[in-house]
């Protein structure tokens, strides 16, 4: 991670920019493409189809979430002495919107061990019905997900928020919370109720992966053309793009 990049893309003689963020795993692209639809889900739409400018070198995470959420990116340097004019720097939201969710989970999965696919599958309906129930206009698709340790304890979840946040989906979410919280315990599993799109793949290949090897549970297919092929199906072109930069890393390391 480089807290130093920048992310920005110009409209209306504006340059909004975003600089690399932790709790967006370590993105200045995501972190940038986040804060535009948390700031006003109605004018992101508008101009998040202007082509987005970086300095990182692009992860999956980044890859995914500009093909999920946004239009187009391109490597540029030098970043910010090249703006000219106004420039607005946005931050990301610290919380995500599903987090009205909190403590219903809380009182359900406190000192709770996991155990078995039937219990596991059960939960995360329960929590996609209470998620409708609370807030109805949250989810554009209702899914859920958790992350469990070995012996079943939740280290974290997440619920579609992706209504108007387009980069809120459950698995991101997840990933978003469980960094927030200081990436907690020795994760494991990660159960999620669809098969992760390429964002959320890429999320959970750099966002969790990259840290620690653990099992991806998902229930539904998903044969859309933003989940048929991603960088957790073996073989496909984003999985050989990810091999490639993580062999070039280790050359350069040593
Ligand atoms: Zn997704």
Excluded at 163 to 173: A, G, I, L, V
Excluded at 219 to 238: I, N, Q
Aim: net charge positive; with cysteine.
């Amino acid at each position: 991670m480089n807290e130093g990049h920048r992310a920005w893309l110009e409209s209306d003689g504006t340059t909004f920019w975003s600089r690399s963020s932790p709790s967006h795993v370590g993105s200045s692209v995501i972190a940038l493409i986040s804060s535009v639809y948390e700031r006003d889900p109605r004018w992101a739409r508008r101009i998040i189809r202007h082509r987005i400018h970086t300095t990182e070198p692009l992860g999956e995470a980044s890859w995914g979430s500009v093909k999920v959420a946004a239009r187009r990116v391109v490597f540029s340097c030098p970043p910010l002495k090249a703006f000219s004019g106004t420039s607005v720097e946005l931050i990301p939201a610290a919380s995500t919107a599903d987090e009205n969710l909190s403590e219903w989970v809380r009182t359900r999965v406190n000192g709770r061990r996991f155990s078995g696919a039937d219990e596991i599958w059960s939960f995360l309906d329960q929590l996609v019905r209470e998620a409708e129930r609370v807030k109805p206009r949250i989810m554009a698709l209702p899914v859920s997900a958790i992350l469990l340790d070995a012996e079943g304890a939740v280290l974290s979840w997440g619920v579609n928020s992706a209504w108007d946040y387009r980069t809120q989906h459950s698995e991101t979410n997840l990933i978003r919370r469980w960094h927030r919280q200081g990436s907690p315990g020795a994760p494991a599993a990660l159960w999620v109720t669809r098969k992760p799109c390429k964002m959320c793949s890429g999320w959970i290949w750099d966002g969790l992966l990259m840290q620690v090897p653990i099992g991806i549970r998902y229930r539904d297919p998903d044969d859309g053309p933003l989940a048929r092929t991603t960088v957790l199906d073996p073989g496909t072109f984003e999985r050989r793009r990810a091999d490639a930069a993580k062999m070039e890393a280790a050359d350069a390391s040593g």
